[in-house]
């Protein structure tokens, strides 16, 4: 058979590479990744749509619902890192928001690529697709006194239509 010849590695520990053996031993990492609940995935998804909610309506009450007071947004700008405090984002927002109020917002798709859940600690890979570049956001949430917040988010920025 085709893995004999790829397991022999295996051979040591007296198990050959049997599949029906190894399975057992695979089984508990795999369901490590599937023992979430669904109802604190739904909880980690708040504060993400939430996040969306501003990225396609423009509205910075979506920020303020998704993060953390004490969050920072940090990128990489010529080789050198940037950060923005969360207030001065929501400041930056408002007067982007007040700027465009009257233009039309562009169309914003918005996916979550992954989310892993550990006890109260989560990161969330996000693709939000404008009509000219995409953000691909990687996000630190933390369950604190019992609801989720996005506490850092880092993100790359690429050019053209996706």
């Not at 233009?103 to 600690?121: M, Y």
Request: hydrophobic letters at 40%; glycine letters at 6%; charged letters at 25%.
């Amino acid at each position: 058979m085709a893995w004999q010849g790829r397991c022999r590695r295996f051979e040591r520990y007296g198990t050959g590479c049997r599949p029906a053996v190894l399975l057992p031993l695979l089984l508990p990492v795999l369901m490590l990744q599937t023992a979430v609940p669904s109802t604190e995935r739904a909880a980690v998804e708040k504060p993400i749509q939430a996040y969306f909610r501003y990225h396609q309506t423009g509205d910075p009450k979506g920020l303020s619902e998704a993060f953390h007071p004490e969050a920072l947004l940090q990128w990489s700008e010529g080789g050198q890192r940037k950060t923005l405090a969360q207030v001065d984002w929501i400041k930056r927002a408002e007067a982007q928001a007040a700027k465009t109020a009257s233009k039309a917002r562009p169309e914003v798709r918005c996916q979550i690529a992954s989310v892993e859940i550990t006890g109260n600690a989560a990161v969330a890979k996000l693709i939000l697709d404008y009509p000219t570049f995409r953000f691909i956001d990687y996000l630190h949430l933390l369950k604190l006194d019992g609801e989720w917040k996005i506490v850092d988010k880092i993100y790359h920025r690429e050019e053209g239509k996706h």
